[in-house]
């Protein structure tokens, strides 16, 4: 099985540096390992695409939702094209932002 390219929006990369830059001010290694989490999480999309559940506040379901333990990242899969396309990454005391 081929694996999934994985493409990130400018709001997913923008999560991920407000991430980065909270965990720089709080230092910590448990910090370190939250990121860590994320992007392990991101990667095991290539290959496993449908591993998020649906994003409930829609109806498409192939805009989904992988829940780490800190963090949402919520993606499109574009099944036909082997694409995950990151549309944000947020903390999830931040809660489930509207997916357009």
Same mark, same amino acid.
């Given at each position: 099985?081929?694996?999934?390219?994985?493409?990130?929006?400018? %709001?997913?990369?923008?999560?991920?540096? !407000?991430?980065?830059?909270?965990?720089? +001010?709080?230092? @910590? #290694?448990?910090? $370190?390992?939250?990121?860590?989490?994320?992007? %392990?999480?991101?990667?095991?999309?290539? !290959?496993?695409?449908?591993?998020?559940? +649906?994003?409930? @506040? #829609?109806?498409? $379901?192939?805009?989904?939702?992988?829940?780490?333990?800190?963090?949402?990242?919520?993606?499109?899969?574009?099944?036909?094209?082997?694409?995950?396309?990151?549309?944000?990454?947020?903390?999830?005391?931040?809660?489930?932002?509207?997916?357009?």
């Amino acid at each position: 099985m081929a694996k999934f390219e994985i493409r990130w929006s400018e %709001e997913a990369y923008r999560g991920m540096h !407000e991430a980065c830059e909270y965990l720089e +001010r709080h230092e @910590s #290694s448990w910090n $370190a390992q939250m990121l860590a989490e994320v992007l %392990e999480g991101i990667e095991k999309l290539r !290959e496993l695409p449908r591993l998020g559940s +649906r994003f409930l @506040s #829609s109806d498409d $379901a192939n805009k989904r939702v992988l829940t780490t333990r800190h963090f949402q990242i919520i993606y499109l899969l574009v099944e036909e094209e082997g694409i995950v396309h990151l549309a944000t990454i947020r903390h999830q005391r931040q809660g489930s932002p509207p997916y357009e």
